[in-house]
């Protein structure tokens, strides 16, 4: 007895929907095979963030960041449409092998700066007079620059900015220019650096700053010269202008 018709019809659209279910089977294996991909390509990423930190390269740090922002998003999202591949791809293409050399840089500079911090940090020691000369400190803090007659010297570090006095050991030592210079909003934390010298009687004296300027070496003539006396502070003996900016003597 040959098939009918309709039997084969059914033939068919069983083979077929065998078809499909394979389909749906290999679907399915490559969605999960996505996802482990996916985090893998998430742990990589967060691999090159820890690399960049390593090797205190901020360029890499940004794009690595970047990338590893894009990533999740892609996993949230779920949708591998090209729009999401093309972004993945154009930070890729951001990272360079060209730009290597900014990881020597980076941690070179970085190097540079600890060797430097720390060799700041120790006393040091320069004669106050230079071939007859005063010598003097200049740093600014704030935008305002300062100068104070160069002594031996440490440096304190990352100091609560709105401080009158700061104590070390048993002693209070005063902080130039105090509490109210440093401007911050309400709830707001700044620190600053402390330059910590010695007076003549061997009194210590605090002076926030934010960066350390060329030492300044003046004759005692010059320096009277172009003081311009200012009694509005009694911590500030008066005022110096020099190629275009303005300078506040301290007294110590």
């Known amino acids: 007895m040959k098939p009918t018709k309709k039997i084969l019809g059914a ?3 069983f083979q ?3 078809k499909l279910e394979n389909e749906l089977i290999r679907l399915e ?21 820890q690399l960049s930190k390593n090797n205190e390269s901020p360029y890499f740090l940004q794009r690595s960041k970047r990338l590893n922002a894009e990533i999740i998003k892609f996993k949230i999202k779920n949708e591998y449409k090209q729009k999401e591949f093309d972004s993945l791809f ?17 941690a070179l500079k970085n190097r540079i700066n600890r060797i430097a911090n720390h060799l700041i940090e120790k006393k040091i020691s320069s004669p106050q ?14 935008g305002v620059h300062f100068l104070i007659p160069k002594k031996s010297y440490r440096i304190l570090r990352d100091i609560p900015a709105f401080k009158k006095q700061l104590r070390i050991k048993d002693k209070l030592v005063p902080l130039f220019p105090g509490p109210g210079f440093v401007l911050m909003e309400e709830g707001e934390k700044k620190q600053k650096n402390v330059i910590l010298l010695k007076d ?7 002076f926030y700053f934010d960066e350390l300027k060329e030492d300044w070496a003046v004759s005692k003539t010059s320096l009277e010269e ?11 003996l008066g005022k110096i202008k020099r190629k275009g900016k303005l300078y506040h003597l301290v007294k110590i």
Do not use: P
Not at 36 to 43: K, L, T
Not at 94 to 102: F, G, L, V
């Open 11 to 13: 033939e068919g659209f």
């Open 16 to 18: 077929t929907k065998i």
């Open 129 to 142: 007079k230079l071939n007859g000369k005063l010598v003097f400190i200049c740093y600014m803090l704030e």
């Open 226 to 236: 172009m003081l311009e006396k200012d009694s509005t502070n009694g911590q500030i």
């Open 200 to 206: 003549s009687s061997k009194k210590e004296h605090g």
């Open 90 to 106: 154009h930070i890729l293409e951001k990272i360079k092998s060209e730009d290597k050399i900014e990881f020597l840089d980076s």
């Open 29 to 49: 294996e490559l969605e999960r095979d996505a996802k482990v991909r996916i985090n893998s390509m998430i742990d990589l990423s967060e691999e090159m963030i």
